[in-house]
């Protein structure tokens, strides 16, 4: 190729980057208000692991930009040049000394901050901590407050301010608790309670739920094991507690009251909806205030009327490995999984079902 052809090609090649820079800094800009971002911490422990990151990240970048401009100094400075010879410095002890104390310094002063913090972060949780106990389960979360007296699935409640001792556990395999803006990843272990606190700011109340999710790989719908997180002020936590500490509501339409009694005929053997005949079963999420739920099956549908018909008729359509021959009965508790109902019931019923579910708010 002659030296004329290799120039166009480089040029037509610059002016593709400077179309494509602009575009790929766009999408690396757009990925920063990703909900699910671990930059913009929200509680006292993200932000001391932020605070670690940008340590480690600042002094990353003072050795980069450093060692880029020293080699680039290097090279025109020592350039090959007619009867000049290399100077060895093989076995120079001031540099070797010097090079060697560098980066000790360095990865000392990430070191110490990152101790602190993990020996901040599992110490022992503050005293006045509200208690959740989380527990991991083939494939969504339940959350209990035995200090409150509540248990719900999928969405857990905190109040900015007020910091929240996770008990973390696991009912069959090894899951992991993440909420990126709230809590580092610690996982929930069968057979073993790992602890996990943190107290929300108290400006990080907010309509919009923040993110969790399954950060350990735990079967095939590990990926659509999510969870949400919602921060009240003191008032709006109160409010929901007060309405999860309630029985269920009584549904007020006809459909919904024949959805009530096939409910208890045809899910109760899983599900409780306190203070109606089905309130013996766990093996799937409590449903008592499933109405009031953003999202049904660990965050993964919006919790509407269509969307509770199409769960209902056929869970495993939407997670995979949701099968009845996956049961695992001599177990204890026994893992048990949920059917398709379109095989069982018509969607007449499977509507009304449906239909009750939306009014247990
Ligand atoms: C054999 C046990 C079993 C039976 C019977 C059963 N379910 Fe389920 N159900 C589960 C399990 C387990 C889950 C959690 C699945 C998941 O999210 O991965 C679940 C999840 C749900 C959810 C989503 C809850 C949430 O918090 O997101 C709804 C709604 C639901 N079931 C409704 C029903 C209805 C209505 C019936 C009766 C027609 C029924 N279930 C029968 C075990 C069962
Ligand atoms: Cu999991």
Redesign the pocket.
């Known amino acids: 190729m002659t030296e004329e052809a290799l120039l166009r090609i480089s040029q037509r090649w610059a002016r593709r980057l400077l179309i494509l820079a602009p575009a790929a800094l766009t999408i690396l800009f757009a990925a920063c208000s990703d909900p699910q971002t671990t930059i913009e911490p929200r509680s006292d422990m993200t932000e001391a692991i932020q605070g670690v990151y940008e340590i480690v990240f600042w002094l990353s970048m003072f050795v980069f930009v450093a060692i880029m401009l020293l080699t680039l100094w290097l090279a025109v400075r020592y350039r090959e040049q007619p009867g000049r010879e290399a100077i060895q410095i093989h076995g120079h002890q001031r540099l070797e000394i010097l090079w060697t104390i560098i980066p000790v310094a360095i990865v000392l002063i990430m070191l110490v901050p990152t101790w602190q913090v993990i020996a901040d972060t599992t110490d022992t949780p503050p005293e006045n901590s509200m208690v959740v106990e989380a527990t991991g389960?083939?494939?969504?979360f339940e959350f209990k407050y035995p200090d409150l007296g509540i248990t719900t699935?999928?969405e857990l409640h905190v109040q900015a301010g007020r910091p929240v001792h996770v008990k973390l556990y696991a009912d069959d395999v090894i899951h992991s608790f993440w909420i990126p803006q709230l809590a580092g990843k610690v996982d929930m272990v069968p057979g073993h309670e790992n602890d996990l606190w943190f107290t929300p700011n108290d400006d990080s109340a907010r309509e919009e739920a923040y993110l969790g999710q399954c950060v350990e790989f735990c079967g095939a719908?590990h990926a659509?094991?999510r969870f949400r997180v919602f921060v009240h002020d003191e008032a709006g936590f109160n409010a929901w507690a007060e309405n999860e500490l309630s029985d269920a509501l009584e549904p007020t339409t006809e459909l919904g009251q024949l959805g009530a009694t096939?409910?208890v005929v045809?899910?109760a053997?899983?599900?409780t909806v306190r203070g109606t005949a089905a309130s013996i079963a766990d093996?799937?999420?409590d449903?008592t205030h499933?109405g009031s739920?953003e999202?049904?099956?660990?965050g993964?549908l919006d919790n509407n009327f269509e969307n509770?018909v199409k769960?209902?008729s056929n869970?495993a359509e939407i997670?995979p490995g949701?099968e009845?021959e996956n049961?695992i009965i001599d177990k204890d508790p026994p893992l048990?999984?949920?059917?398709a109902?379109e095989d069982e019931?018509s969607a007449e019923d499977?509507q009304a079902?449906?239909q009750y579910?939306t009014e247990l708010k």
């Open positions: 389960k083939q494939w969504w699935a999928n719908s659509n094991m096939l409910f045809r899910c053997e899983c599900h093996f799937g999420p449903l499933i739920r999202t049904i099956a660990a993964i509770l769960w209902i869970p997670k949701i009845p049961d048990r999984f949920m059917r109902f019931i499977i079902i449906a579910l």
